[in-house]
């Protein structure tokens, strides 16, 4: 066991050290990149990549700094968050290749140990095998995962596909991101705090048992860019506007007053920036309630829209999995504004 602290290393940790979504776009409409990606990938939370016979490659690579001390959860909560992207799919991640940095120093070997410790675990869980990797040091120590998977095509969820009328699901509470920043400025508890690390450490893996069901007809996992950039994404890709009922919004205990005290994640301001302009606030929400929309989540809940005659079969695979759920709103026809995400009370 090592006794760094991990989180010192860097600014941020976990989900929250993502690049924003307009910074990305900008990386990504190079010349260069656009020649060499593959022609007709939609934007999902991993490549779906067709191979024949009905079947797809299904892929996804993840990795971020610490997001918290102890190594071995850091190690679990980043290899669980880059497992969630193919749960996000639908299906079950087959293999995967570890990405390491080790900090410099004599603790070096220690600290990779530990976060090997905590991959190896999230891996083992959720019955995906290590087959790879590859190990650096530098000044910052970062861990994940790159994760594949072989399904069939008609079992392959996507952002597309939601339908005016379907229900809006999502399995755990917001603000993870700010629970994390709270910690660090000591403004959560520890009963808190333990209740956001339970989440972060939770896996999504009933995302590949929702995957064969025809009344699930969109999924995606929330993380960095928060409950409205990846409804934005949804509404985006399927055609239509997400109405999101404030009053149904879960929350992880103590982050609106963190919030309301300064505990604010830096990509929360960046994602506000970026997906505000295309929702419809009520006009009783604050700008703290409007940034706890926008958390940067790590290893966040799945959010998935719903036939509502398929609601039954999937509460109860929840419910045989243990896992929470929220009905947070519907899909409706696109609205005339252009909105992606009408808030409601």
Request: hydrophobic share 45%.
């Amino acid at each position: 066991m090592n006794n760094l602290n991990l989180t010192n290393f860097a600014r941020m940790g976990g989900c929250s050290c993502k690049l924003g979504a307009e910074d990305l776009a900008r990386l990504c409409s190079i010349p260069e990149m656009r020649e060499a990606m593959l022609p007709g990938l939609a934007p999902d939370d991993a490549a779906i990549v067709p191979i024949g016979d009905g079947k797809a490659l299904v892929t996804s690579i993840d990795f971020q700094n610490a997001v918290v001390d102890d190594a071995a959860m850091a190690g679990e909560i980043a290899a669980k968050n880059a497992l969630s992207d193919i749960f996000a799919c639908g299906v079950r991640p087959l293999y995967a290749d570890v990405v390491l940095v080790v900090p410099y120093g004599d603790e070096a070997v220690e600290v990779g140990k530990d976060l090997m410790r905590g991959v190896a675990r999230a891996c083992g869980q959720d019955g995906c095998a290590i087959v790879g990797g590859h190990t650096i040091r530098g000044e910052t120590p970062i861990v994940g995962l790159s994760v594949f998977s072989i399904a069939s095509i008609e079992h392959v969820k996507r952002k597309s596909g939601a339908t005016p009328g379907d229900l809006l699901m999502l399995t755990k509470p917001l603000g993870n991101g700010v629970a994390v920043a709270a910690r660090q400025q000591g403004l959560l508890a520890d009963q808190d705090y333990s209740e956001a690390l339970s989440m972060m450490l939770r896996s999504n893996r009933v995302g590949a048992r929702l995957g064969p069901l025809r009344g699930v007809s969109a999924m995606t996992d929330i993380t960095g860019f928060g409950l409205l950039g990846h409804m934005s994404e949804v509404a985006t890709s399927s055609g239509v506007t997400l109405r999101l009922n404030a009053r149904e919004i879960p929350l992880l205990p103590g982050v609106f007053d963190a919030v309301r005290e300064g505990a604010i994640p830096l990509l929360c301001e960046d994602n506000l920036e970026t997906y505000g302009g295309r929702v419809g606030f009520l006009e009783s929400q604050g700008r703290h309630e409007r940034l706890l929309l926008c958390d940067p989540q790590t290893n966040g809940g799945l959010l998935f829209a719903v036939h509502p005659e398929a609601s039954a079969d999937v509460q109860a695979i929840l419910t045989e999995e243990g896992v929470d759920v929220w009905t947070i709103g519907e899909v409706t026809q696109r609205h005339a504004s252009g909105r992606l995400v009408e808030i409601v009370s």
